[in-house]
Antibody
Framework: EVQLLESGGGLVQPGGSLTLSCAAS????????MTWVRQAPGRGLEWVST????????YYADSVKGRFSISRDNSKNTLYLQLNSLRAEDTAIYYC????????????????WGQGTQVSVSS | QSVLTQPPSVSAAPGQKVTISCSAS????????VSWYQQFPGTAPKLLIY???KRPSGVPDRFSGSKSGTSATLGITGLQTGDEADYYC????????????FGGGTKVTVL
């Protein structure tokens, strides 16, 4: 059974930093593209970042580019998101998700999701 | 502002049918597959439809998807109270800067 378990969220002051983790199990983690999606209170889904499986290519939303950094440790089956220079508008639940399909052919989807971890930015 | 446009809400009585539209603002998205996600309050989203019209194992055939040009549609027939949730369309945009794009979400209410 595919499992994704996020951790590392919490309350942080504006300008602060956090590192989110997503522990994966039940599948060969190294073979899959992974994505972070966030959801602010009462709002819709917002894509944050994606990292490739083998090529480790990284992609970021304009709203987080230069402040957030996605990475993965395939030996630990873990996905990370480093959040720096946090702002109030970064307050959200952060979900990690495993891709299905092939993005290079235009056919990819977010097949499995974690339960999310809450990040709150406030003074 | 979402690149994909969905109606904020739709509603119908139990047993009826609802459709949720998802329209792209860019013609580039016409070449990509659309997926749909179901989210109940306080829970993570769940994949409902992928590659425009395919259902993952376990998703009832009351849920269907279609796509034509730059628009996609999610249909729910035989509406049940347990279908009350938020529904999001999404697609991987392979244009200038690769990214995921989502619709703003549609709240389905069973009257």
């Amino acid at each position: 059974e595919v499992q994704l378990l996020e951790s590392g969220g919490g309350l942080v002051q504006p300008g602060g930093s956090l590192t989110l983790s997503c522990a994966a199990s039940g599948f060969t983690f190294a073979n899959y593209v992974m994505t972070w999606v966030r959801q602010a209170p009462g709002r819709g889904l917002e894509w944050v970042s994606t990292i490739g499986a083998s090529d480790l290519g990284t992609y970021y939303a304009d709203s987080v580019k230069g402040r957030f950094s996605i990475s993965r440790d395939n030996s630990k089956n873990t996905l990370y998101l480093q959040l720096n220079s946090l702002r109030a508008e970064d307050t959200a639940i952060y979900y990690c998700a495993r891709h299905g399909g092939s993005c290079s052919s235009g056919s990819c989807y977010l097949e499995s999701w974690g339960q999310g971890t809450q990040v709150s930015v406030s003074s | 502002q979402s690149v994909l446009t969905q109606p904020p809400s739709v509603s119908a009585a139990p047993g009826q049918k609802v459709t949720i539209s998802c329209s792209a603002s860019s013609s580039n998205l016409g070449f990509n597959y659309v997926s749909w996600y179901q989210q109940f309050p306080g829970t993570a989203p769940k994949l409902l439809i992928y590659e425009n019209d395919k259902r993952p194992s376990g998703v009832p055939d009351r849920f269907s998807g279609s796509k034509s040009g730059t628009s996609a549609t999610l249909g729910i027939t035989g509406l049940q109270t347990g279908d009350e949730a938020d529904y999001y369309c999404g697609t991987w945009d392979r244009s200038l800067s690769a990214r995921w794009v989502f619709g703003g979400g549609t709240k389905v209410t069973v009257l």
